[in-house]
């Protein structure tokens, strides 16, 4: 056998020579194959990564297992070409020939056929099509003005959506910075062109219920009356977390201001997973906590320059090109918003249209005036809390409604005070009905308006009763009014309040512990340090009530208190007048109660009664900047 492969290397030698081949130039030519073929499949890769990164698209199967293909055939053709580098160094010496003529006729033979190999799969990636659209999410589009400044955050929410964690996302910062805003354009421009099945926004605000929550999302997911229609909220829960559960998601809640239990709602935890999400605004940032948000991102207010611009193009270049001093009044104008994309909008809208220096020098005072009150309380009534209201007003309706009680609450409103002002239809039977007691155990504080017909109320003796339990087991802050009642007739029950409680002992025989907690409680808030209204005027009155609340409430030095609640004599010229129905407290010349619903019992307020009378710009824009500053 030893002397038979000489004659085989010799007859294959002879072979080759008659071809013109050998194994170099097998393997040079396999290489610039292979080079051609990873030439190619780059361009495809290229192409396909663009598209889906860019594009939201993805790759077909063909695609993707021709790619796969070309990886694997690059690492056959690198041993062979290995191999073969190799064995052209083992030659005869003094010769070109190789000391093994099988062996190399073997590896040049392998090369030979990956050559045609290497050729076909090249051919076979003349593709047509490379990519093809994914399925998007049914996203409603929402309506959204041109954006200033929120690239960057907008860039971070985007970020934080690819990645795989976090799965709750929250956005918190101060009314007016932009968060719904910044979730808009998230909305309209990012999960619109990428892989999500469903993408539901729902509108939290207050108060925050489940059942609420779940009617938006049934809507959204078309679940049918036969899956709904009474059953309970648990019920729902589940039906709502069978349909999420088996797709990708993105729930947005805008305006949440308190803990909402997703369990309870029907919505799966996002995680790494199910690559789902929650992205949540507040004000908060304990709420974004509450909520177990994996990534809370503060949102800031605008730069100074891009806050100018926002304001430059509100105004218009119309106002702004009708006087030299425009430009840099308005410049002023738009440092004094403190970088906040509501005043900026607002503010701006209003003084399109001003044409004269005139008209701008007092909108500019007094812009000066209420962001020096904004700087002063920015951690006072304008922050976040945990509280659902700043003060519960407690008062007779009969008495006060339409006067004292309405122009209090005005005041206290003006000033930024979330006041919960009782809306006599909610008032049922005997008892304080559910919504009162939740009311006044979120409140952070109570005032109690003590007059002549308190007493004679057992609703408002039930609320006192429990304001003053929350006073105990919660800290609750309780202010007594004595609006035109001697505080001694209150704590001895003497005068109406006696009456009243004869009345009621007579009437509640069969109860009579009641009517004895009902006298233990007034004269308990009678011992309280409040107000007394005897020999001061009412717009006198008020303002000391107000400051005072500043002061005990927020905390707030009396300097800053009475900086805030600066007197202005056209405060002390509004009326408050009852609506139409006798249920709607309206303000002649007021406007600013938010039109977002934070604020539910007083409907409407100043919307038909504002003051038109005014030439000079100056008291819309102060209107304007009351309903600005006290929805920050």
């Known amino acids: 056998m030893d002397c038979i492969n000489p004659i085989l290397d010799v007859a294959i030698t002879a072979t080759r020579a008659a071809h013109g081949t050998g194994l170099p130039e097998t393997l040079?030519?396999?290489?610039?194959?292979?080079?051609?073929?990873?030439?190619?499949?780059?361009?495809?890769?290229?192409?396909?990564?663009?598209?889906?990164?860019?594009?939201?698209?993805?790759?077909?199967?063909?695609?993707?297992?021709?790619?796969?293909?070309?990886?694997?055939?690059?690492?056959?053709?690198?041993?062979?070409?290995?191999?073969?580098?190799?064995?052209?160094?083992q030659k005869c010496l003094g010769t070109r020939f190789p000391k093994n003529y099988r062996s190399s006729y073997k590896i040049e033979k392998i090369a030979s056929e990956t050559i045609g190999v290497v050729t076909e799969l090249r051919h076979r990636g003349d593709f047509s099509i490379v990519v093809i659209r994914l399925p998007r999410a049914d996203v409603d589009e929402r309506p959204m003005e041109k954006t200033v400044g929120l690239d960057r955050m907008y860039a971070e929410v985007c970020r934080c959506i690819q990645d795989e964690e976090p799965g709750i996302i929250g956005l918190y910062g101060m009314g007016g910075t932009g968060k719904t805003t910044l979730m808009t354009k998230v909305n309209n421009e990012f999960l619109c062109i990428h892989d999500f099945e469903v993408v539901i926004w729902v509108v939290v605000s207050r108060p925050a219920t489940v059942g609420k929550v779940q009617e938006v999302i049934r809507n959204k997911l078309d679940i049918p009356d036969d899956r709904w229609g009474n059953r309970t909220e648990d019920e729902k829960a589940v039906e709502i977390f069978k349909i999420l559960k088996a797709k990708r998601f993105v729930m947005l809640l805008d305006d949440v201001w308190e803990r909402l239990d997703l369990k309870k709602v029907g919505i799966p935890s996002p995680n790494s997973q199910n690559r789902s999400k929650v992205i949540l605004t507040t004000r908060s940032r304990d709420v974004c906590r509450d909520m177990e948000a994996q990534q809370i991102l503060e949102m800031e207010r605008l730069t100074q320059d891009d806050a100018i611009n926002l304001f430059m193009e509100k105004v218009g270049k119309t106002t702004l090109n009708s006087h030299p001093d425009i430009p840099q009044l308005a410049e002023i104008a738009a440092k004094e918003c403190q970088g906040l994309p509501l005043a900026l909008v607002t503010i701006g809208r209003a003084m399109a249209g001003k044409n004269s220096p005139q008209e701008w020098e007092p909108a500019i005072r007094m812009l000066k005036t209420y962001s020096s009150k904004f700087s002063a309380s920015t951690a006072a009534p304008f922050a976040s809390s945990q509280w659902s209201y700043d003060v519960f007003l407690s008062f007779r309706g009969e008495d006060t409604r339409f006067t004292f009680a309405a122009h209090l609450y005005v005041a206290l409103h003006r000033r930024g005070v979330n006041t919960f002002f009782d809306d006599h239809k909610i008032r049922r039977g005997e008892s304080i009905s559910p919504t009162l007691v939740k009311a006044i155990e979120g409140s952070r504080s109570s005032i109690i308006l003590l007059s002549q017909n308190y007493a004679g109320s057992s609703w408002c003796l039930e609320e006192l009763v429990k304001i003053l339990e929350c006073r105990k087991t919660m800290g609750q802050l309780v202010l007594p009014i004595f609006y035109n009642v001697d505080p001694s007739d209150v704590r001895r029950h003497k005068g109406s309040f006696g009456e009243a409680l004869v009345k009621h002992e007579n009437t509640l025989k069969h109860d009579i512990d009641k009517v004895k907690n009902w006298r233990e409680a007034l004269s308990e808030v009678a011992n309280l340090a409040g107000w007394n209204s005897q020999n001061k005027s009412e717009p006198t009155f008020l303002k000391e009530i107000v400051i005072d609340v500043l002061k005990r409430v927020f905390g707030l030095s009396a300097g800053d208190a009475k900086a805030i609640v600066k007197e202005d004599s056209r405060i002390q010229n509004k009326e408050v007048v009852p609506g139409?129905?006798?249920?709607?407290?309206?303000?002649?010349?007021?406007?600013?109660?938010s039109a977002r619903g934070r604020r539910p019992p007083i409907e409407n307020v100043g919307e038909e009664l504002i003051d038109s009378d005014s030439d000079s710009g100056y008291d819309d824009v102060e209107s304007i900047l009351t309903k600005v500053w006290t929805n920050l």
């Open 28 to 89: 040079e030519y396999l290489r610039d194959a292979m080079v051609i073929l990873k030439h190619k499949a780059n361009d495809v890769k290229a192409a396909v990564d663009y598209a889906e990164e860019n594009r939201k698209m993805r790759r077909t199967h063909e695609v993707s297992n021709w790619l796969l293909s070309v990886e694997v055939l690059e690492k056959e053709v690198m041993e062979i070409l290995q191999k073969g580098d190799r064995e052209i160094q």
């Open 580 to 593: 139409p129905h006798s249920t709607t407290v309206h303000i002649a010349g007021q406007s600013g109660i």
